[in-house]
Structures are given as C-alpha cells and as structure tokens.
T-cell receptor, first 112, second 114 residues
Framework: GNSVTQMEGPVTLSEEAFLTINCTYTATGYPSLFWYVQYPGEGLQLLLKATKADDKGSNKGFEATYRKETTSFHLEKGSVQVSDSAVYFCALYTGANSKLTFGKGITLSVRP | GAGVSQTPSNKVTEKGKYVELRCDPISGHTALYWYRQSLGQGPEFLIYFQGTGAADDSGLPNDRFFAVRPEGSVSTLKIQRTERGDSAVYLC????????????FGPGTRLLVL
C-alpha cells in the first residue's frame, strides 16, 4: 500500500535560517506529491505539488523536487520567517484510488 | 469566493450518542472527501463522493460511520453509537472534478466523545 514518512519533529529555527523537512514515500504506480501546510487556527492549504519525476514545485519561497530514485520529496526554504510557523504535511496521490495519503506532519516554530 | 465550510466547528457528545457533521463544498466542485485526523497524526481518508454517489468508502472504519450527499453538494457524515475512540478532527475537502486535482480543505469539526 501507499505510505508517507516524515522526519520526526518538532523543528525550531531562528528567523532567516535554512529549512529542510524530509519526506519519503512508498507507492504503487506513479504518484503525484504534495506539501500541505496548516497555519495556527486555519485549515489545511496546498503549499506546492509535483506530478512527475524531477519536477520541482515551488511557492512562497518553498521548494521541493520529486526524486523518483530516492522516493523523496524534501521541502526546503532558504530563509524562514516567523510567519512560516505551522504544521507541514507531505502527501501523495496515485490515481489508483481517490484519496490523499498523508504523513504524520511536522511542527515548525520560527523564533524572531 | 467562499471556501469549504464545516459545521459545527466543535461537537461534544456522550458515548453512545448519534452525531451528524456537515460539509459545504466549494460551489461547483463535484468531488468531495472526508478525512479524520487524530492528535499528532496526518489526515486519514474516510470516503470520497463523485456527485451524489460514494465512489470510494474504503476508509470508513466500521458500519457505525455513514455519509450522504443527496444533491451532489452538501454532505453529512453520520456517526452512530459514538465511542471515545471516535474523538478526532473530521476534515472535509472538495475538488473540481477529483482525479488528483487539488483538494481544498475546510477548517474541520473537532469531535469529543466523553
């Protein structure tokens, strides 16, 4: 079956630090990969996505590259801001079924 | 435009009671999804509607859970004989046509079963 594994959290960084959040997956078929973000008090929002190998998704300064050879989709940002404090979820979709499969999520706290 | 809305935002009930959770998807979206998120976990799929029909209900944990979407818009998730283990945040999402398109999530209903 499909699964997504995220690095253990929480993660605490100082403003302007470099961010990497690891995500690896197991899937049958050729998944589309997503990062969703949940800001405090808000619903899940799509941050970025990639639909095929070597694609790079980007949004709000965040980037993630679909690496088929390592089955990974790590999230990076060069300089985090306090406003990036949120819970980040990696997810996949294969089309063999209708659902998103999510990782456990990781809480990011950015201090001024 | 308006996003996905869910009501109530919070629901407290007693073990054994019946609850209904409502989801209003984005207007015109034919695909609607229910997920359940337990504390410290990612959302887990429950059921997917395409129009009025449940296209995939493989995530419903048992027959106490049931969902309907009679007119292809609003959906109701129904839980009978609630148990303490049903306590979670229930999330609804919609997408324009399904099939891997972006799913837009509502704020969720936080259910607490005492």
């Amino acid at each position: 079956g499909n699964s997504v594994t995220q690095m253990e959290g929480p993660v605490t960084l100082s403003e302007e630090a470099f961010l990497t959040i690891n995500c690896t997956y197991t899937a049958t078929g050729y998944p589309s990969l997503f990062w969703y973000v949940q800001y405090p008090g808000e619903g899940l929002q799509l941050l970025l996505k990639a639909t095929k190998a070597d694609d790079k998704g980007s949004n709000k300064g965040f980037e993630a590259t679909y690496r088929k050879e390592t089955t990974s989709f790590h999230l990076e940002k060069g300089s985090v801001q306090v406003s990036d404090s949120a819970v980040y979820f990696c997810a996949l979709y294969t089309g063999a079924n209708s659902k998103l499969t999510f990782g456990k999520g990781i809480t990011l706290s950015v201090r001024p | 435009g308006a996003g996905v809305s869910q009501t109530p935002s919070n629901k407290v009930t007693e073990k054994g009671k019946y609850v209904e959770l409502r989801c209003d998807p984005i207007s015109g979206h034919t695909a609607l999804y229910w997920y359940r998120q337990s504390l410290g976990q990612g959302p887990e799929f429950l059921i997917y509607f395409q129009g009025t029909g449940a296209a995939d209900d493989s995530g419903l944990p048992n027959d106490r859970f049931f969902a309907v979407r009679p007119e292809g818009s609003v959906s109701t998730l129904k839980i009978q004989r609630t148990e303490r283990g049903d306590s979670a945040v229930y999330l609804c999402a919609s997408s324009q046509r399904g099939g891997g398109e972006t799913q837009y999530f509502g704020p969720g209903t936080r259910l607490l079963v005492l």
